[in-house]
């Protein structure tokens, strides 16, 4: 959300926005003014129909490659959601039903990221991952303090162990929560975290280790499963406990259903919570996300406050009060309507438009796949070397013009060399519309192709992959 804007003379923008005179009812304005509170009210069809125009210019949600958010559900889960939208999900007493259903969601996600079953889950709904790591990250930083505390230790520096390639909600963790982030670079073929150099740079301040399943650089899963084994090791070396958590906002609703061999979750002692975001691969709309402890004992009794519910007591953790219960009720609807064959299916065919699109395009002679599709549903690709013609920020700029929204970007530390697309693939992304992208890329290529040199870099890219990092310093820890 933009906090504040300036036209060219650096004053707030005081333009008025004129009405159509045909929406503009007998005895209207045909004038508004955009950042002032207009002086009294307007026939509510006149206020939408300005309200719409204003969209018009958004582009097309489902052309969307950028996103990874959901941008389509079923009439019925609309409907649904339309019938909640007045519903607040703090209002426990209020709602106890809506409150039983987020219990439910979250004990099904408890069983399947593999909870030691049995036990009530603890966790809760979010407004998304973003909000659900930073309480994943208070987590970690009261356990570390309860421990340092007891050994009569300084609380003075806390750090937090993890890949470059965190998305931004984790600096913004370090950043408010005055944490010191310890990213580790990338470098060559490691485009993320592993086991070795996180083991490098933990020591008594560190508060844990995140692993994230799936990058939101490429969509390449993190190695929990070897980044665990490194901290049993050193453990055994120097008695230090290390906890892990997995930042799953879209891997963890993508990896129990393709991936069940992959070891990533709680059946590893060393994983203390898992986030995902119901609204990526959970496929519900915007905003609900979903963090899962381990066990009680993993989330710190001091965090947690206590609502009425029912006459009682009901435990809960968030950073806001008043949050939708709209999107809960949605997960609960998809959860019940697919189950986990339905999820599969669905998983499993974004996964095949992914490597599909991937092989394809690896075929077009220019480009070359960065990843392809077979982790997260999401490839990326760069423009071989040898062309000097074209670069990746050429190829977002042409595919606009037929309103695909194709991202592309530079790497971060140590790879800035490496510039990519991305596309995610989300459910509705039909194998047709990955044959309309793919032609409309082939057609491009001619022009592309030649051009004397590249007329698009980096910093003409329109697209930022993290663009709201406040500096490139603050990213690196100095
Ligand atoms: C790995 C990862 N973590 C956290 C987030 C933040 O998620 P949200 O948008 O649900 O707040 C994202 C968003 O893309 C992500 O990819």
């Not at 990338?186 to 740079?201: D, F, I, P, T, Y």
């Not at 050193?234 to 290390?242: I, S």
């Given at each position: 959300m933009a906090l504040h804007r300036k036209d060219k003379r650096g004053g707030v923008e005081e333009r008025m926005l004129s009405v159509n005179p045909l929406y503009a009812r007998g005895g209207e304005s045909t004038e508004v003014p955009r950042f002032r509170l207009p002086d009294g009210p307007m026939l509510p069809d006149t206020a939408s129909q300005i309200v719409r125009d204003e969209l018009m210019l958004d582009g097309n949600a489902r052309l969307n490659l950028a996103t990874f958010v959901t941008t389509w559900m079923e009439p019925e889960a609309d409907r649904l959601m339309a019938g909640c939208f007045d519903k607040n999900m703090i209002d426990k007493d209020e709602y106890p039903q809506t409150a039983e259903l987020e219990m439910r969601c979250v004990n099904m996600l408890a069983r399947l990221w593999n909870a030691s079953g049995g036990a009530e889950a603890t966790g809760c709904s979010t407004t998304g991952s973003s909000e659900a790591c930073m309480m994943a990250g208070l987590a970690l930083k009261r356990r570390w303090q309860h421990e340092r505390r007891a050994s009569a230790e300084s609380t003075a520096r806390p750090n937090l162990v993890m890949g470059i390639n965190v998305q931004v909600c984790w600096e913004k963790f370090c950043d408010?929560?005055?944490?010191?982030?310890?990213?580790?670079?990338?470098?060559?073929?490691?485009?993320?975290?592993?086991?070795?150099?996180?083991?490098?740079?933990?020591?008594?301040?560190?508060?844990?280790?995140?692993?994230?399943l799936g990058s939101t650089f490429d969509g390449s899963y993190e190695p929990v499963a070897e980044i665990s084994a490194a901290l049993d090791e050193?453990?055994?070396?120097?008695?230090?406990?290390?906890p892990i958590h997995v930042d799953g906002a879209s891997g963890a609703m993508v990896a129990p259903f393709l991936d069940p061999d992959l070891v990533w979750d709680f059946r590893l002692p060393r994983v203390a919570s898992i986030n995902t975001s119901g609204h990526k691969y959970g496929l519900v709309y915007p905003g609900v996300g979903w963090i899962v402890w381990r066990d009680a004992a993993a989330l710190p009794e001091d965090l947690v406050f206590r609502v009425n519910y029912l006459g009682g007591e009901m435990?809960?953790?968030?950073?806001?009060?008043?949050r939708p219960g709209a999107q809960v009720v949605a997960q609960y609807y998809n959860f019940l309507r697919l189950g986990f064959e339905g999820y599969r299916a669905v998983q499993q065919e974004c996964r095949d438009v992914a490597t599909y699109l991937s092989r394809s395009i690896a075929e077009l002679k220019p480009f070359e796949l960065v990843t392809a599709g077979e982790e997260l549903p999401v490839l990326a690709?760069?423009?071989?070397?040898?062309?000097?013609?074209?670069?990746?920020?050429?190829?977002?700029?042409?595919?606009?013009?037929?309103?695909?929204?194709?991202?592309?970007?530079?790497?971060?530390?140590?790879?800035?060399?490496?510039?990519?697309l991305r596309v995610v693939v989300r459910n509705g992304f039909s194998r047709d519309l990955a044959d309309l992208l793919l032609e409309d890329l082939s057609r491009t290529l001619p022009r592309l192709l030649s051009q004397p040199a590249p007329l698009h870099d980096a910093a003409s890219a329109a697209y930022h992959h993290n663009a709201y990092r406040r500096s490139p310093s603050a990213k690196e820890g100095k």
């Open positions: 408010y929560f005055e944490v010191e982030p310890r990213y580790v670079p990338m470098e060559g073929a490691r485009l993320h975290l592993n086991g070795e150099e996180a083991v490098k740079r933990c020591d008594e301040n560190t508060i844990g280790v995140v692993a994230v050193l453990q055994e070396r120097t008695g230090q406990d290390f435990p809960t953790f968030a950073l806001n009060f008043s690709f760069d423009v071989k070397d040898r062309v000097g013609s074209f670069s990746v920020f050429d190829v977002s700029y042409a595919l606009r013009e037929r309103g695909w929204l194709m991202p592309a970007y530079t790497f971060p530390k140590n790879r800035e060399d490496l510039a990519v």
